[in-house]
């Protein structure tokens, strides 16, 4: 580091460099919401949910231990604590509109997350040791009949007992969603897990913190790494605040001088670049070092993701993030339009695209290549069906496309931080990155520069997960745009096969999703099958769908549920296992 850095114990023992990992799967689980994303109205239920029900359990029951929030309440308490000055006074003044005097004295203070759980989210039982401690606590705060996960569907009796009070800040909330969730754009690149990038980009962020310091007046703008330190920290808001007042001290008023992220009110692009280039400036003039380069630059939001690319494998699926399956239904309830002007935000119009990251078709590729391996499997082991290789990819494809349709009823998501492919997100230590040393020399400024994804940035993303690695490999080819040369998985029996390009089975871990993608007509298949299957699911239901098309029952990997039925699923009716919490206490399954 450079002598002239400011060094923070504070910081240094909080590991930055690993709490971050938290924050990014958090990210990614967001950007997998689906119904148009947490955008629009979800965004709205989302904070309303959050003030109204986590504020008044997180007073009352709070253990961070014991409970994690629903993913939609942590990212809005996330939003929240990313301006660390509203979120005290808003704390402050739901205090003084608590009823009892206890509870004001309590709220007086921010509800601070410890941060060994600061990023956690869903309900599963790992993390939720007592579930029906949770079912009370949760009933104690929430309105009758509303349920921890999946949120109410717009127009429900529970969307409308939801919004039935007024709030003080989610509207707020809401409107500041979008901000972040865009970040996580510039953070798919591979190297933003490097584990020596990582290093360099929290000492970075000390550098930034000193250049506020000695520059207090200037609206700092930081590059994509240091980004992502300085938003991973404000979401550990009292570890953030103890720094705040060791390195800016406090007010006249005794107050700490908390340093927000003043960069994401300014709207105005040319203005934004030139704070960059001041920033820049700064930085340079005071530790003769380079600010920024190809790896740390933004990516511009005009800059595809390689997996949201039309020409991708699954481009064809990604509908299933933002269509919805009952928007004719929805479109002429009329108290939706009066939940979007109470919150200020525009309502979204039929056919309006979805912004998102590329986060969502990198983990619907990761669900429609694991559900590939082991549907894979079980059409090879079942002695019952003929097991021609044109037999074994079509009954692989339709369980594929089962899981990709019931993601837009709130099945097969990444909702709860134990799933397996947030899981796989960790760091490696390859070090195939080109990070800024600490002795890198002056460059110019790249905010206009368009920093660019690499085919296989998807599959690099995953180095430290040997397993999702080799789970996807697979796709490499397809992703670069090269031919597999009429490569496919052969079966047994099958003498007809060129043996240089045939396997009986694929390699162990890998899966033969992509392989069966380029076979010839695969592709239109693929499509006709995600049209049928929607309109079952849209017509009879998830769970009739479900059973249509899987060989075998999935297993639940995502958030628990309670109850029976929702707006969304009949429980009883699902092809899968482990949906729901087996609750003692008797409020549900």
């Known amino acids: 580091m450079h002598p002239g850095v400011y060094r923070s114990t504070n910081v240094s023992n909080l590991a930055l460099e690993q709490k971050c990992v938290g924050l990014l799967r958090l990210l990614h689980a967001v950007d997998c919401f689906p119904r148009g994303g947490l955008h629009s109205y979800y965004a709205v239920a989302a904070a309303v949910r959050y003030e109204r029900i986590w504020v008044a359990l997180m007073r009352k029951s709070y253990d961070s231990s014991q409970i994690s929030p629903p993913l939609d309440i942590a990212f809005a308490w996330f939003v929240h604590r990313q301006d660390p000055v509203a979120y005290i006074q808003d704390r402050q003044v739901d205090a003084a509109d608590a009823v009892d005097a206890a509870d004001a004295v309590d709220a007086a203070d921010p509800i601070h997350p410890d941060s060994r759980y600061a990023f956690k989210f869903g309900l599963a039982p790992d993390y939720i040791p007592s579930p029906g401690m949770f079912n009370r606590a949760w009933a104690e705060a929430a309105p009758s009949g509303h349920a921890p996960w999946p949120p109410p569907s717009p127009g429900s009796p529970q969307c409308s007992s939801l919004f039935a009070e007024p709030t003080v800040f989610a509207a707020r909330v809401a409107t500041s969603m979008g901000r972040f969730t865009r970040m996580l754009r510039s953070w798919l690149r591979p190297q933003f897990l490097d584990e020596l990038f990582l290093e360099r980009a929290a000492e970075r962020y000390l550098c930034f913190r000193q250049l ?111 269509d919805n399956p009952d928007q004719v ?138 397993d999702t690695y080799m789970l996807l490999i697979g796709l490499l080819p397809l992703l670069e745009n090269s031919k597999l040369q009429g490569a496919v ?51 009879r239901g998830v769970g009739r769908m479900q059973r249509t098309y899987q060989v075998m029952r999935h297993r639940h990997y995502g958030c628990k549920v309670y109850d029976s039925s929702n707006d969304y699923y009949q429980l009883n009716t699902l092809y899968m296992t482990g949906v729901a919490f087996i609750n003692p206490y008797g409020n549900g399954p």
Request: charge should be negative.
């Open 212 to 322: 506020h310091r000695d520059h207090p007046e200037v609206t700092l703008v930081p590059t994509a790494d240091i980004a992502l330190m300085w938003h991973t920290h404000l979401g550990l808001s009292q570890e953030y605040a103890e720094v705040c007042k060791e390195m800016f001290g406090t007010t006249a008023q005794g107050e700490v001088n908390l340093w927000r992220p003043d960069y994401l009110d300014i709207t105005d692009q040319c203005q934004l670049a030139a704070l960059y280039v001041e920033t820049a400036r700064l930085f340079r003039n005071k530790y003769e070092l380079a600010y920024d380069s190809h790896e740390t630059a933004w990516v511009a939001d005009t800059v595809p993701y390689p997996l949201a690319n039309t020409g991708s494998p699954l481009a064809y699926a990604l509908r299933v993030f933002d």
């Open 329 to 466: 239904k929805q479109e002429n309830i009329s108290s939706i339009s009066l939940i979007f002007k109470d919150a200020g935000i525009p309502e979204p119009q039929p056919g309006e695209p979805v912004v998102r990251n590329g986060a969502h078709a990198l983990y619907l590729t990761w669900l429609a290549a694991h559900r590939a391996m082991l549907a894979y499997e079980t059409v090879m082991d079942c002695c019952c069906w003929k097991r021609s290789h044109e037999t074994t990819c079509d009954k692989t494809l339709r369980d594929v496309t089962s899981s990709l349709v019931s993601i837009a009823y709130f099945l097969e998501l990444p909702d709860t931080d134990t799933h397996p492919y947030l899981m796989a997100i960790k760091t490696h230590n390859h070090d195939s990155t080109s990070a800024l040393p600490c002795n890198s020399t002056v460059s110019e400024p790249l905010l206009r520069t368009m920093a660019a994804f690499k085919p296989a940035d998807p599959i690099e993303y995953f180095s430290g997960h040997q």
């Open 489 to 539: 998985w052969s079966t047994p029996g099958q003498g007809a096969m060129d043996p240089n390009t045939a396997l009986t089975r694929p390699f162990r871990g890998q899966s033969p999703f992509g392989s069966i993608l380029a076979t010839q007509g695969t592709a239109t298949k693929a499509m006709e099958l995600l049209t049928s299957a929607w309109e079952l699911a849209k017509q």
